[in-house]
């Protein structure tokens, strides 16, 4: 999957979310809609699938699939949150920003603190953003992590 092009991942992640949804509308909902329309509405998932799938299936299946996906966040993501939380901890301890003083009063780091997110369809360079800052704002970045 790594090798797909975005746009082809983003489509099979509306699939996904439309799978997930479909696992909470009642019987009568879903059931009411006819199955070869249902198998149209995940067109990719069911052309990387080896057998036929389609929205009804995901429905049946509700129950194992949930069990599936909190164990999955259990054994997985929050492990790999915790260590990342852990390495993130760990560095801000060691790269601990120096007070500044403004107007007589100490400014903590953390009201020193930009969070930005930039578009994936429009890459930029670190050294853009820093020119970007240092045009508008002086020499006022202290690190900066991308």
Sequence with gaps: MLSLPYILVNELAD?????LINCGITDGQLLS?????ASHDIPLIQSLM???INLQFF????VSMAQGIAKIMEEVFLRVLEDIMDITVERNKMAAAPSIVHGGEVVPADDRTMFMIFSKGYPIWEWEVREFFRRGFGECIESLYM
């Design 15 to 19: 699939e996904a979310v439309t799978c």
């Design 33 to 37: 809609s006819s199955s070869s329309s």
């Design 50 to 52: 080896e057998k036929e």
């Design 59 to 62: 429905h049946r299946n509700r």
